[in-house]
């Protein structure tokens, strides 16, 4: 039984994987699939597939198409997620500062260079037409040292996916001053070089598992109920995250990449653009 070690993000992004790890859909095809949680995220999964810890990551596009050109020997094999991630931005409760355009001047906290942290908040900053290059950073690792540093004005504001840290602002943790959503699919599957080259017929047994169980992901009796449990969401927050949400068992489009490319370039975050084919590789 070949074993397979797969990287994600501890969030309900990823819930598809675990049903079909704890219900033995990946054994039926003669697969072990490790799970390995990346609390830090994207820019951690990246250093996971450069130093051989991990064989696939459910990452950010834009975290993975950045590294790929900076030379991670890795390829993304299909869009995991087509819908946009909805970054929220954040301030401590009790901030000073009120309103997204009080921002543009303080630091924000990321979880490490690199990351969708990172990345969105020159997206964001263009979006709003702050001067990039004033950007300031505090880097924290996760989470939960993003409520630290905001807490104690290390840093004055963080990006972190809306639903996930929707528990924080219900508790009084976080305030929300708005949302950035990514003008792309979020999140794709990559996979080492190295496993494609040698384990390709493994790694599309693999994708064909987790595609079934996505593509029939929302119809779940309960699923609803399942979700708000297991990632400490309130219902209605989980309704309106499935409909906002749409899970994909394609390969991503050359016009994506070309978007995320080409955002990447202007940012000054890419040294060079790249051939589509260079970022993918087709099962």
Known sequence: MKTIRVGGVPEHFNLPWHLC????????EHLNIEWIDFPGGTGAMNAALRNNEIDVAIILTEGIVKDIIAGNP??????????PL???????????????????????????????????????AQNQGWDVSKLQFEIVGDINSAVNALSLDKAQYFMWEHFTTKPLVDKGVFRRVADCPTPWPCFVVAAREEILH????????????????????????????????????????????????????????KEDLETVQKTLFDLKLIPRTVDTSKLIYNL
């Not at 790890?21 to 039926?28: N, R």
């Not at 490490?112 to 997206?123: I, N, Q, T, W």
């Open 86 to 124: 909805i970054w929220g931005i954040h301030v401590a409760q009790d901030s000073k500062y009120k309103s997204l355009e009080n921002l543009e001047t303080t630091k924000a906290a990321i979880s490490r260079m690199g990351s969708g942290s990172h990345l969105m908040a020159y997206v964001n």
């Open 74 to 83: 890795s390829s993304i094999i299909q869009t995991y997620i087509e819908s």
């Open 198 to 253: 040698d384990h390709s017929h493994e790694i599309r047994k693999m994708l064909g598992v987790v595609n079934a169980k996505s593509a029939s992901f929302k119809e779940i009796p309960n699923i609803q109920e399942v979700l708000a449990t297991r990632y400490e969401q309130r219902p209605e927050d989980i309704n309106k995250w499935l409909e906002l949400t749409s899970w994909s068992q394609n390969q991503i489009s």
């Open 21 to 28: 790890i704890e219900e033995g859909d990946f054994e039926y």
